[in-house]
């Protein structure tokens, strides 16, 4: 069976890319096949979260075993095939490659295709430039500052201070925009 995933970015509105590769396939293979699509170096850290509908994030795969000292299973990339986490199609995931600023793709399993086999993974779609790899810090700040000021502005300051109920809809999912059709 061939998985058909669908990449976006929030960072960058026209990019996109579709990545085929077998059910049988590594997360490991599935992460190099991304990072060879977007022209990224593996040599960085990163990690693919499961996640439900609303982008929560559930069970994570690793690059490698951090030494959780937890109960949870730990899932590193080389050791777990596709097939043993994903399953339906309309599965979501993300795919966080730059760690210090939580920069990431959105994923979804777009289509489960029986009966046929890749021997490699294959990006079948390239659209728009990738994010680049790495930012510089100080400029990441001052993007951040200024969405954060822009979000006050958009909120009214009177909206924002002061309000003695909360409202969900002021704070947004962050996610509204983003569409993986």
């Not at 976006?8 to 997360?27: K, Q």
């Not at 986490?85 to 795919?95: A, P, S, T, Y």
């Not at 659209?127 to 006050?152: L, S, T, V, W, Y």
């Amino acid at each position: 069976m061939v998985y058909k995933f669908k990449l976006v970015s929030d960072e960058v509105s026209n990019f996109s890319r579709e990545i085929e590769i077998d059910a049988n396939s590594s997360f490991l293979q599935l992460r190099n096949a991304i990072l060879d699509s977007v022209d990224y170096s593996k040599d960085d850290i990163d990690s693919f979260f499961l996640c439900d509908d609303e982008w929560q994030r559930e069970v994570e795969i690793t690059l490698e075993d951090m030494g959780s000292s937890s109960d949870q299973d730990v899932w590193i990339m080389e050791d777990t095939p596709l097939n043993e986490l994903i399953e339906d199609e309309g599965q979501k995931l993300v795919f966080v490659f730059d760690y210090m600023t939580e920069r990431s793709f959105f994923m979804e399993m777009k289509e489960a295709v029986p009966g046929r086999h890749l021997s490699d993974p294959i990006c079948t779609v390239k659209r728009g430039k990738a994010p680049a790899q790495i930012i510089d810090m100080d400029e990441f700040e001052q993007k951040m500052d200024q969405n954060a000021m822009k979000q006050i502005d958009d909120l009214g300051i009177e909206d924002f201070y002061g309000d003695t109920e909360f409202n969900d809809d002021e704070l947004g999912s962050g996610f509204d925009d983003l569409s993986l059709n």
